[in-house]
């Protein structure tokens, strides 16, 4: 019997390659535990509560049985953690680690860094959403990805056929991994990549778009804008401070964009839900001027389960709007 009957059927019929969250926390029944699964040579990258801590070599015997990884790593880093002042760390429980790793995704492969990269080195959360964007590259030649991270949107894009590929992110060696990552679709030509911060750079491009005054305006809009920020805020004292910073970046991010253009807007931060994202995206579009179609909303991907019972265990949120 092969090793693949231990994973769970769902995920053996929608991932046809080994590239998934195998456990998802509290809506796989396992609270406290997240892992993530990447790649042929069966890499898996494991957060804990610190809860669980007492129970980590079972887990690992337990993904010993199931999935025979070749390397098992563990990140003990949660804000969750730092929170309850509980030990923090990254190490390798099992095998020898020597990234980045190659994750594929959609026919796009990807330069990923399990033990050093933000959270477990990727987010599947947002497979369902780079698939659709993608789907519509061919028509969007123009794109700016804010907070691109190691280029998930942003390589996906020109690898499905946009033209210019703008990618803004923070930290260098994120966007060392994005620039390893055009080139390996071989689209390095297409991607070019920035270091700088995300608002900063918004409000920059928004003032040369208004002092150009319609000479050479075309040079700073974009088919598509893809706005996906970091966690915000963690608990609920920090939403008004969360919803203006987000105010800022759509409105700045929305003069930006071309007319008949794309704006995606996705949060993360799980104090701003639906309804919330859906209001400071409708107050921040008034104030840059922009018309609008809600054209779709979308939460986590499958291997992100939620609970019936529970619509907020789908933390993720995101809209696509067609500006005029």
Known sequence: MSFESGIPLILRRLFAEPFYRLAHAEADQVPGLVVDRCGYGDHLCVQASSGLDHLLWPIVDALEEVVKPKVVIIRQDTPGRKREKASLRREVLKGSYQGPSELREHGASFAIDLLSGQKTGWYYDHRDHRLMLAQLASQLPRVLDVYSYVGGFGVLMAHYGSQEVLCID?????????????????????????????LDFLQEKMKQKTDAAGIGEADHEFDL???????????????PKALRHYEKLVTSAARLVAPNGLLFVASCTYSIG????????????????RDYRLVSTGSQAADHPGHLMLPESRYLRALLLHLF
């Open 274 to 289: 639906e309804r919330e994202l859906m209001g400071l995206c409708s107050r921040s579009l008034a104030w840059a001027e």
């Open 225 to 239: 804008v893809i706005l996906d920020p970091p966690n915000l805020g963690v608990d609920r004292m920090s939403i």
């Open 170 to 198: 923070s930290s260098e060696a994120a966007l060392e991994l994005l620039r390893r990552s055009a080139a390996m679709n071989a689209v390095q030509d297409r991607v070019r990549s920035l270091r700088t911060d995300a």
